[in-house]
């Protein structure tokens, strides 16, 4: 416990130092896209998936934001469960092209993609099609771990790269025997998201804009006063499962 408490703040001291340029870049092309009408469109698969539902419909978390999940394709799609359910099926070449077809995505939309490895197919194909059709990228990836995969990568592709410093594999305490344990990108993953949700808030004081945030909706009129935000956007933010 106490060797992964001390990756843990080493994790975390190292990208408030090291990554904070890169997280006010991204926060820039956020509230740019945000101030344009835009939705903040947020993808990960596997355990990536955490880091995407911290960007989405969150209390203290901006309201123009959704999140793409391979899931999709059985709440909005024709897929069943089973098309679904192996873990592996983030690898399927074809995958991220179904996805966006089911989302009401505009030009103005910003995308944050998560991957620790930063090489699986559907987070690639997201990517790739993100950038093709002119959207600001920004890409929250392991440096280390990416570097060592072959292949087309996610962080080949974004504008901005935030670097989430977990190792290679993402488990970061080794065992007598090896065996590693506790990852740690989800960790840093989460602290990346806030930060993101904070440096975009600040930018909106400074343009002396309220920032579009959520209530909770676990407190009185919180449930009125996310509708009202929320009404612009109709279906292009779905809050249906998050």
């Known amino acids: 416990m106490n060797a992964y408490a001390e990756v843990a703040r080493t994790?975390?001291?190292?990208?408030?130092?090291?990554?904070?340029?890169?997280?006010?870049?991204?926060?820039?092309?956020?509230?740019?896209?945000?101030?344009?009408?835009g939705v903040l469109q947020a993808f990960g698969t596997g355990h990536s998936r955490s880091v995407a539902l911290e960007l989405v419909g969150r209390a203290g978390g901006l309201v123009p934001a959704n999140q793409l999940g391979?899931?999709?394709?059985?709440?909005?799609?024709?897929?069943?469960?089973?098309?679904?359910?192996?873990?592996?099926?983030e690898r399927v070449p074809g995958l991220a092209g179904r996805i966006w077809e089911l989302a009401d995505i505009r030009p103005q939309d910003v995308f944050v993609v998560i991957s620790n490895s930063g090489g699986n197919a559907a987070v690639v194909e997201l990517a790739?099609?993100?950038?093709?059709?002119?959207?600001?990228?920004?890409?929250?990836?392991?440096?280390?771990?990416?570097?060592?995969?072959?292949?087309?990568?996610?962080?080949?592709?974004?504008?901005?790269?935030?670097?989430?410093?977990?190792p290679y594999g993402d488990a970061a305490v080794e065992l007598p025997d090896g065996t590693t344990i506790c990852p740690v990108s989800n960790?840093?993953?989460?602290?990346?998201?806030?930060?993101l949700v904070a440096d975009v808030a600040g930018r909106y004081l400074t343009a002396g804009a309220h920032p579009?945030?959520?209530?909770?909706?676990?407190?009185?009129?919180?449930?009125?006063?996310?509708?009202?935000?929320?009404?612009?956007?109709?279906?292009r933010v779905r809050l249906g499962d998050a």
């Open 70 to 89: 391979i899931r999709d394709l059985v709440y909005y799609g024709d897929a069943t469960p089973d098309e679904i359910l192996d873990p592996k099926v």
């Open 187 to 195: 960790l840093t993953g989460v602290l990346i998201a806030q930060l």
């Open 11 to 37: 994790a975390v001291d190292r990208l408030l130092t090291e990554e904070r340029d890169a997280i006010a870049r991204a926060g820039e092309l956020i509230f740019t896209a945000l101030r344009a009408g």
């Open 212 to 235: 579009p945030v959520f209530r909770s909706a676990n407190t009185p009129g919180g449930d009125a006063y996310n509708a009202t935000l929320l009404d612009p956007y109709g279906e």
């Open 128 to 166: 790739r099609l993100a950038v093709d059709h002119g959207h600001p990228l920004i890409a929250i990836t392991s440096r280390a771990h990416t570097s060592r995969v072959s292949g087309p990568k996610l962080a080949d592709l974004a504008a901005v790269v935030i670097d989430n410093g977990a």
